[in-house]
């Protein structure tokens, strides 16, 4: 091989391994946790006369029972490990129903709470109180995100970045997202690689539309027509007002 062969060859081995390489911090491990679109430990409901809501995915609540399962019309599988409903497409799982459902559930739950410490307590931020709290018309490279406020979503926010890029957006107070609005994903970028790790409580406002896994200290609410791609893994309740919430 002759020199300028050689060297064009180390030249596009450089190149395709820069490419390749994802931007941001290390992917956050949900472990059992991922197995849930919607993972909750009081409750979980939605409110059929607004409409009815659309999950994709197996949802979750654990130590509530079952009974804090509230407004999907749960049937009751024949060996009582699962129920189902029409306004999901999968599996409902409560404290409460037969083995081995109880056990995969405190599993799950101890993986979210693990989540969350790792997600909210990784240090170094690459950007800190961003925009003061306010994100609306922002674009946001993949990085470590930190606020000591709440933060709000009031015009839509785009997150650029490749399909192996990531985002941790660290945020002691509340997240709210304004009506209407939304986050956008443009470059390739994946709602399965965006973690908002929320010390507060978390409202989509009506007909929002939402990317990433939402991982809330406290309850997650989406209002009337509100979509999420990701997954809402909240520590107290998930409330749902016709909410399409699909895994990512």
Excluded: H
Excluded at 57 to 73: E, L, Q
Excluded at 80 to 96: H, K, L, R, W
Excluded at 155 to 181: H, R
């Amino acid at each position: 091989m002759s020199p300028t062969t050689s060297s064009l060859a180390i030249a596009a081995i450089l190149f395709l391994s820069n490419t390749c390489l994802a931007a941001g911090p290390l992917a956050v491990p949900l472990g059992t946790a991922a197995n849930f679109v919607i993972l909750a430990q009081s409750g979980i409901s939605t409110v059929p006369t607004t409409g009815i809501s659309a999950i994709t995915g197996d949802i979750g609540i654990s130590p509530g029972p079952a009974t804090g399962v509230t407004g999907f019309g749960l049937i009751l599988s024949a060996d009582g490990t699962d129920s189902t409903s029409t306004q999901i497409t999968g599996n409902v799982y409560a404290s409460s129903y037969t083995s081995p459902t109880p056990a995969n559930l405190i599993a799950a739950v101890s993986d979210m709470g693990t989540a969350y410490n790792n997600a909210s307590g990784r240090a170094n931020p690459d950007y800190t109180e961003l925009g003061s709290g306010g994100l609306g018309g922002l674009t946001l490279t993949p990085g470590l995100y930190k606020w000591s406020t709440d933060v709000g979503i009031a015009t839509p926010v785009t997150l650029a970045g490749a399909a192996t890029d990531t985002w941790i957006f660290q945020i002691a107070g509340d997240l709210t997202i304004a009506s209407a609005k939304a986050v956008i994903l443009s470059g390739g970028a994946l709602a399965s690689n965006i973690v908002w790790a929320v010390a507060g409580d978390v409202a989509l406002g009506t007909t929002s539309t939402f990317e990433g896994i939402i991982l809330s200290k406290k309850g997650i609410t989406l209002k009337t027509g509100a979509t999420i791609n990701g997954r809402l893994l909240g520590q107290t309740a998930v409330a749902l007002q016709k909410a399409t919430v699909t895994q990512p």
